[in-house]
């Protein structure tokens, strides 16, 4: 089983920034997608960012030009650097993690979520 672990989320004036980060634990494991999704009550989890093996960014249209996706290969980690924030982009951010263990089953992992309140 792959544990992710997230970091970064907070309180944040609008304007502000924050950077999520989220660490998969587990060894021999090939990762090929990990994103960042987030849900407020009530609504779907949707996807903010997403980044694949050698593939350009992808982001939601509410997010360009503000946020931006990273990945270190080596410690199998995903950074959400999120700028000019508002108060729309109030929500619980989960990382996703997917891939495969060598050898083994394929597994897609989440996080737990941490909350992101932007507000005065």
């Known amino acids: 089983q792959v544990q992710l672990v997230e970091s970064g989320g907070g309180l944040v004036q609008p304007g502000g920034s924050l950077r999520l980060s989220c660490v998969a634990s587990g060894s021999r494991i090939n990762i090929y997608f990990m994103a960042w999704y987030r849900q407020t009550p009530g609504k779907e989890r949707d996807l903010v960012a997403s980044?694949?093996?050698?593939?350009?960014?992808n982001y939601a249209d509410s997010v360009k030009g503000r946020f931006t996706i990273s990945r270190d290969h080596a410690k199998n980690s995903v950074d959400l650097q999120m700028n000019s924030l508002t108060p729309e982009d109030t929500a619980v951010y989960y990382c996703?993690?997917?891939?495969?263990?060598?050898?083994?089953?394929?597994?897609?992992?989440w996080g737990q979520g941490t909350q992101v309140t932007v507000a005065l």
């Open positions: 996703n993690v997917r891939g495969i263990h060598i050898p083994g089953p394929s597994f897609d992992s």
């Open positions: 980044i694949n093996n050698g593939v350009t960014p």
